[in-house]
């Protein structure tokens, strides 16, 4: 009763090969009834596993040939016991399955040789998920191997357990040593732990850490290297050491170098050109300004003195580039504000100067876009200054210039005096004036909009997108 429901499949044959017990758990494996196969001879009990009458483990018991061990993927003897795994292909109806096998002689109470009992398990899970481990094994191993990062396996005293052949190639080392020396003397040739250790951090926090550093190889040479690390955990959750991997980025740093003394020189150069640009617009002011004092006739003296102040605008934005050495943009905030202290210089009445009132947010322009706005900027304050407040008008005279911008990139630029407003012949849409031709040739240039208001004083908007 014992021996038939045990849960392993057991079978017992006799000296002459006759199948003498049969459990419940062989007739589940086999699906031959007990008393389908009691009694029977001649490897009868071999057929539901491999399709053929033929000797199995059990009928090794008393064999001496050498070479049983052949027909399986194991084969073990334990002075009279025989351990063995293999596959047998027949069973569950062909679909096969990895068996182990256990068989031991038995005997009478005198000593006597009686026959044999054959334990047998199924173990066809337990070989795919070893499949599986071995495959996922060399998969990680030939990852690990192939890559071209170091990747070192130290523990909390700072022992090199493992290295990578990538690693050993960097540090001149043979493939797969483990040196048993500390990971400071062989990577750094320091006496003590690396003060700038990223694997200290990681051990004592539990966080990947990284820092730049230079390794030193057993010839004395060096190079720069990038050390990140991770930490390394036992089977109980403690950390156990960290995993370190080791890029060479000596190639990349003297990359890095030489786009920085690149960039330097481009942007000498680009500063250079800013400068002379404002240079060569200054020599053509003080020409316009030379000849405009040999000019008797007001008009034509004043045209001279419009024409200085639209190329005095345009140089102030080159003279902004070049002084913050940003050549990418501009803070128009602040070029407003110094153009209008030049436009005030040039038109207020020493008497009645307006005050200047900015409410402007940061706004940053390409000199694409600087350029057309200095110069609108420029136009709509001169017509304030020449023509909101004459000499009959009384009052505190203010120019009031504002900017934001909204989330969307889309700017608001306004311009409102408390004057009188602006003459007809500088009002936007007059053909008649070149300045006011101007503004409108330039808003359509930034893909602007612009409106005007002459309700208790003027007030001029401009709205355009912002580029990125």
Request: with cysteine; net charge negative; aromatic share 8%.
């Amino acid at each position: 009763m014992i021996l038939r429901h045990l849960p392993e499949a057991v079978f017992v044959i006799d000296t002459e090969g006759c199948v003498i017990a049969w459990n419940d758990a062989m007739e589940r494996l086999t699906g031959i009834a007990r008393i389908d196969i009691i009694g029977k001879s001649g490897y009868e009990y071999s057929l539901p596993l491999y399709g053929t009458r033929r000797p199995i483990l059990i009928d090794l018991i008393n064999s001496d040939n050498p070479d049983v061990s052949h027909d399986f993927e194991k084969f073990v003897r334990n002075n009279l016991t025989l351990y063995a795994e293999g596959f047998v292909p027949e069973l569950y109806g062909g679909q096969g399955a990895y068996l182990s096998g256990s068989a031991s002689p038995l005997f009478d109470e005198e000593g006597n040789w009686i026959g044999a009992i054959e334990t047998i398990r199924d173990i066809t899970d337990m070989k795919n998920i070893e499949r599986e481990l071995k495959e996922s094994e060399s998969h990680y191993r030939t990852l690990v191997e192939n890559i071209q990062f170091g990747i070192t396996l130290i523990d909390r005293d700072y022992n090199l357990v493992w290295t990578n052949p990538a690693q050993a190639r960097m540090f001149h080392k043979q493939p797969g040593m483990t040196y048993m020396k500390k990971c400071y003397q062989e990577h750094e040739k320091r006496d003590s732990v690396c003060p700038h250790c990223p694997g200290t951090r990681t051990m004592a926090t539990g966080r990947v850490h990284s820092t730049e550093t230079a390794g030193i190889r057993d010839d004395g040479s060096s190079f720069n290297a990038q050390v990140t690390t991770f930490p390394h955990y036992a089977s109980d959750g403690s950390i156990k050491g960290f995993i370190e991997i080791v890029e060479d980025i000596t190639e990349r740093k003297k990359a890095e170098t030489l786009i920085r003394e690149s960039l330097k020189e481009k942007e000498t150069l680009l500063k250079e050109v800013h400068h002379r640009v404002k240079n060569n617009m200054q020599v053509v002011i003080s020409l316009l300004n030379l000849q405009s004092n040999k000019i008797e006739d007001p008009r034509l003296f004043e045209q001279f003195s419009i024409a200085e102040n639209r190329i005095t605008s345009m140089a102030a934005i080159h003279e902004i580039l070049y002084l913050t050495e940003n050549f990418s943009s501009i803070n128009f905030a602040d070029y407003i504000t110094m153009i209008s202290n030049r436009l005030l210089g040039v038109y207020g009445n020493d008497d009645r100067k307006p005050a200047l009132i900015f409410i402007l947010d940061p706004v940053f322009l390409g000199i694409n876009q600087a350029i057309p706005c200095g110069l609108i900027v420029n136009e709509i304050l001169t017509n304030s200054f020449k023509y909101a407040f004459p000499p009959e008008w009384s009052g505190a005279a203010k120019i009031e210039i504002s900017m934001r911008i909204d989330t969307d990139n889309m700017v608001e630029l306004a311009l409102c005096d408390n004057g009188i407003g602006m003459l007809d012949v500088g009002l936007p849409g007059n053909n008649e004036t070149i300045g006011m031709t101007l503004v409108d040739v330039l808003t359509k240039q930034i893909n602007g909009k612009y409106s005007y208001d002459r309700n208790e004083g003027t007030r001029f908007t401009l709205t355009f997108k912002k580029h990125e």
